[in-house]
């Protein structure tokens, strides 16, 4: 059930349990924390203790950062006790925030201005109505929780536990984490769920949605939006398209799918160390011998938590048509250099990042018809959680592995030229206009992929974002400048 009746606007509250929160307010001495995720990060965060009880902590973290940055700088944080708690978020006429038996009147600095819940353990109720548009980040922590969100952005990381989700008008990204969840979208917000760990039942609903079950036996149901891209991974799944157009990944496992149509895309991967299964329908789709994680010339760091969200990505990739030649030509990459793609966490900056190693000689631009010298390896920096109007952020992750495929195999293209889409007023490094697959200004190359390719002016498809993005039938990026 998800009867969130109990968590009602008119419940009274006692005096000395009613505050009023000012989104606006600094303290004196602030903590001031460099955060120092990536080479040349300036950003600094300054944490202002608004409140304190034992109900809750009330925090405004405000971020420092240079003035191209992109992402939320302003934070409104609720963290509570480790207990099972009741939330609820209603406007009336400004924003309130029911926790438990108190109450926060709100002021938020600005529209842009991000509340963050933190529930940390306990078996917690949250619900967002769906006329509250502010931009919600809830991190609830151990225990089987209940989520409803609203109608603005709502980032979930539900943690452990056997939790129920359901999203409406508002998009949504979710991580349900490990244990048996049921994730539904109610609504025509557009949907991005991993289920994690676990047998996992995910939903869509009237908006496009981005489902991978994760590791686990999973029952995907795709919906009623105009694209969907269902992901079953590891595990015996049970998959049905939704009636709009889909593009699907059975992942490793026996799995059983239902209503395949010639708009379904599919991609019916099996493991590579065994046979190939045997299939009964009339066509199987684009058979793939999924490699392990192991050969992919990629390795994830960082917190166990961020290490499955990628690895679960990195996987799709490996039983995808495009994901698994770009991966297989890292892991060739990575034999002849030593050394592989790192991918580290990035957070608080709507961003990617791609650094290649340095050493003496490295040249990996491609000159007079010529390959430079590759680089030894490469470090991404990644934020799964990042968006940007998109259903999902793999194709973010896929922009950057696509340039650490040019400074791996010495096809960087050198140079500026035009931006795409009607931007030939702006100019933009011809490294990522091929990482995205748009054409250069300049002569073309012959990338050795495959022979039949004749000279291009930029990377073959599979070495592009564009060519994920027409597998997964999302529209294609016609510029790489979006302001």
Known sequence: MNDFSRLGKSRPVMPHQEHWIDGNAETS?????????????????????????????????????????RGPKDHLVFTTDERSDRIHLYMTDHLVLDINDW?????????????????QEGDDDIRIDDDVQTTV?????????????????????????????????????????????????????????????????????????????????????????????????EGDDQITPGTGHTTLYTGTGTDFITHLRPDVHLFNAYSASEPAPSTLADDPGVIIAAKGLDSCGVIVEGTPRFQERVNDDLRLLLGSGNGRQLLDALGRAREIAGAPVVIKELSEEENGMCFPARSEHDNPFVTEGHAGI???????????????????????????????YNFMTGTVFPGYSADGGGMADRTVANAELQAVGLNIQGPPFEFDTDPALPPLITNPTPFTENGLRQEFSIAPRKQYRSD
């Open 29 to 69: 001495q602030p903590r001031v924390i460099p955060l120092n995720e990536y080479p040349g990060d300036q950003r600094v965060m300054h944490i202002h203790q608004l409140q304190q009880n034992e109900n809750a902590v009330v925090e405004r973290k405000k971020l420092e950062a240079t003035p191209d940055y």
């Open 103 to 119: 109450r926060y009147h709100l002021t938020t600095s600005s529209p842009a201005q991000v509340l963050v819940l933190r529930t």
């Open 137 to 233: 980040f809830i991190d609830s922590g151990p225990g089987d929780d209940r989520l409803l969100s609203g109608g603005g952005f709502t980032k979930v990381n539900a943690g452990p536990g056997n939790d129920r989700i359901f999203t409406r008008s508002g998009p949504s990204y979710i991580e349900a984490g490990e244990g048996d969840d049921i994730v539904t979208a109610q609504g025509p917000g557009p949907m991005t769920v991993y289920g994690g760990k676990g047998h996992d039942t995910l939903s869509g609903g009237e908006g496009v949605c981005f489902m991978d079950g994760g590791q686990g036996d999973d029952v995907l149901i795709g919906g009623t939006g105009h694209s969907n891209v269902l992901s079953g991974a």
């Open 374 to 404: 590759p680089v030894p390896g490469c470090t991404v920096y990644y934020d799964p959680s990042f968006l940007k109007g998109e259903v999902t952020s793999i194709v973010h992750l896929y922009h950057e592995l696509c340039h650490a």
